[in-house]
């Protein structure tokens, strides 16, 4: 939303380098290791609510150790990993010098350039301290956008022991039986592209955005439809028409659940819902005519971005902090703080990080999984709908594959979108009781848009304002939620994000 702050923040930069006659390597990422850094900077960090305190400790141990007398004077302020980008981008000279984000935010970010490219010397620290996958998580094109805190972001399988034997855990097939028979639940939230799609990277699909070097979608490549695809959809078919279903991802052991896939965040929840019972493996396997598929899966990081700076000695302190926070010890801190899984490759050899049963599950599962790469903002709507599709289908070869040529169909339209599709605002939400699925029209007046029709809306409805029909930009970062029933218009200014309701 501030493109012309953005450009203007790129070229500053481009010639404070130039100017120090550096042959191209930025010191703003860290490459001029001879540049003197001493003096005192102020400097804002966005980081989760719960690593505030601790990021304020981390700073003043970097103030006191580094070796070249950088002093950084930090404001720390809780900004989640999710809504980082979005307020990145709304406002980039108001946004964070430092700030955790979710990796799949990362195209976004360089589009509105609010996220600074590493120089030579920051890449070769990046790759030589954290894994493979967290490195991919962070880069658009060639280039290294980000340094790498996490490699957590995935999921695994907590099941009951008193209804599915470990025997069981890794055929799907044994599962749903056990729990068919206990009258226990599989939450297993398949009606969401993140954990559908575990099921054709298991039979050897691929789905893969390609960007240019300033972040832009231009392609995809994809094979869901196709004779791989059609038996990943049979075996998603063999979980969704299950009576033990359930659509969910949460710690639900308490509510009837004997098999929850989820992640590391529901582990303190589910082992005082079942205790001693609680068993963690990787993903099971499933059949089809005869030959065995283990279900596949999605990995991701939390990333440490670097907002450009116009004066380039600073940005070369902020790269040495960024490193500093990046590092194992910082890692290792987290880990035993919050339980964040660490990308640092040292970190992840410490005793307790392979100790830890959720990590041990998510380091084997991740011999089936695919790194997150970049993904356009539509295709999470585009591909939650297969499971969907699925389960209302008759069963047949023929209904799996209409599903599939429906998802292929809505992939390739994304690229012969309009113009004005592309920049429209639209609103989406639980608005009439729809479940998030219909996109409903808004009307612009300069940078304010507003909806077509007021709605008639109760109390704890909720709702965002999001652009061209994808998750790449969206208003407001946490979702709206009315307090007071009424009927409203519903508006949004677009250059400060700024979402309110007009009573009708």
């Not at 003096?39 to 070249?68: H, M, R």
């Not at 340094?147 to 008193?162: C, E, I, Q, R, W």
């Not at 995809?220 to 991802?249: H, P, R």
Request: with cysteine; proline share 3%; glycine share 8%.
């Amino acid at each position: 939303m501030k493109k012309l702050l953005a450009i203007a923040l790129a070229l500053a930069l481009t010639l404070s380098l130039a100017a120090c006659g550096n042959g191209g390597e930025p010191p703003a990422d860290g490459g001029d290791a001879g540049a003197d850094l001493a003096g005192t900077y102020d400097v804002v960090i966005w980081a989760p609510e719960a690593a505030v305190d601790l990021t304020k400790s981390q700073v003043a141990d970097f103030n006191s150790s580094n070796e070249y007398g950088i002093t950084i004077n930090a404001t720390v302020e809780p900004v989640s990993e999710a809504d980082a980008a979005t307020n990145m981008i709304t406002d980039v000279q108001a946004g964070g010098d430092l700030f955790f984000f979710a990796q799949d935010q990362l195209s976004r970010l360089i589009q509105a350039g609010a996220v600074s490219k590493l120089g030579a010397s920051a890449v070769e620290f990046a790759k030589n301290n954290n894994n493979a996958a967290s490195i991919l998580a962070a880069q658009s094109g060639s280039d290294l956008y980000a340094y790498p805190l996490t490699a957590d972001n995935g999921y695994f399988m907590y099941y009951d022991k008193s209804v599915v034997p470990d025997s069981d855990a890794d055929s799907l097939e044994a599962i749903i039986a056990d729990c068919e028979a206990a009258g226990k639940n599989i939450s297993f939230e398949l009606e969401n592209a993140w954990y559908s799609a575990g099921f054709f990277f298991g039979t050897g699909c691929h789905s893969q955005w390609i960007t240019d070097d300033d972040g832009n979608f231009i392609s995809i490549d994809d094979d869901f439809n196709s004779d791989k695809g059609l038996i990943a959809a049979k075996g998603i078919q063999k979980v969704v028409t299950s009576k033990s279903y359930v659509n969910s991802s949460n710690a639900d052991f308490a509510s009837g659940s004997a098999v929850v896939v989820t992640g590391t965040w529901n582990y303190a929840t589910i082992k005082d819902q079942i205790g001693d019972n609680m068993g963690v493996a990787d993903l099971p396997s499933f059949e089809v005519d005869g030959q065995s598929y283990h279900i596949g899966s999605y990995s991701g990081c939390k990333l440490l971005g670097v907002k450009p700076q116009t004066d380039a000695v600073r940005g070369a302190a902020l790269a040495r902090l960024a490193q500093y926070l990046t590092g194992k010890d910082c890692q290792l801190a987290r880990f035993n703080s919050f339980g964040w899984g660490p990308s640092n490759k040292d970190a992840l050899a410490d005793p307790a990080v392979t100790s830890d049963p959720t990590l041990a599950a998510l380091n084997e599962q991740g011999n089936y999984a695919v790194p997150q790469p970049n993904i356009h903002g539509s295709w999470w709507d585009i591909a939650k709908v297969i499971a969907t599709d699925i389960k209302a289908s008759d069963g047949s070869d023929a209904a799996l594959k209409a599903a599939l040529d429906k998802y292929e169909q809505s992939i390739q339209a994304v690229f012969s979108m309009s113009d004005d599709v592309k920049n429209a605002f639209t609103v989406i939400g639980s608005i009439n009781g729809d479940g998030w699925t219909l996109d409903l029209p808004m009307t612009a007046d300069g940078d304010i848009w507003t909806s077509n029709e007021a709605y008639t809306m109760d109390a704890g409805v909720e709702f965002k304002c999001r652009q061209g029909m994808s998750w790449d930009v969206a208003y407001p970062a946490d979702n709206f939620v009315v307090e007071t029933a009424g009927t409203y218009y519903i508006q949004l200014n677009a250059a400060t994000g700024e979402v309110s309701l007009i009573p009708a």
